[in-house]
Nanobody
């Protein structure tokens, strides 16, 4: 099974930026997603990408601020996060999912996921 390892999280002030990385031990799956989980809140599909046609999805809460990208040569998926706000505080993890719908987002079903990286945004 492919292993995913996230990095790039940390503590940042509101308005700041972070770039999360998701490194795969094997080839990147056709459909990759970033999720986040904050204490007491439901898991949220933040963004996803279908590498076969480059279709992407962004949750309304991050649209215009976050950008997902992939580097197949480095077997890495990125999430560039700009203008971070306290509401973005969560554990972020990447996953190989079954599909990425341009309107509804990533599937609930996933083949494998990483352990996550913590993002904390102070006001």
């Amino acid at each position: 099974e492919v292993q995913l390892v996230e990095s790039g999280g940390g503590l940042v002030q509101a308005g700041g930026s972070l770039r999360l990385s998701c490194a795969a031990s094997g080839s990147i799956a056709n459909v990759m997603a970033w999720f986040r989980q904050a204490p007491g809140k439901d898991r949220e599909g933040v963004s996803c990408v279908d590498t076969r046609d480059s279709d992407t999805y962004y949750a309304d809460s991050v649209k215009g601020r976050f950008t997902i990208s992939t580097d197949p040569a480095k077997k890495t998926v990125y999430l560039q996060m700009n203008n971070l706000q306290p509401g973005d505080t969560a554990l972020y993890y990447c996953a190989a999912v079954w599909y990425c719908h341009s309107t509804h987002g990533p599937s609930v079903e996933m083949d494998y996921r990483g352990r996550g990286t913590q993002v904390t945004v102070s006001s």
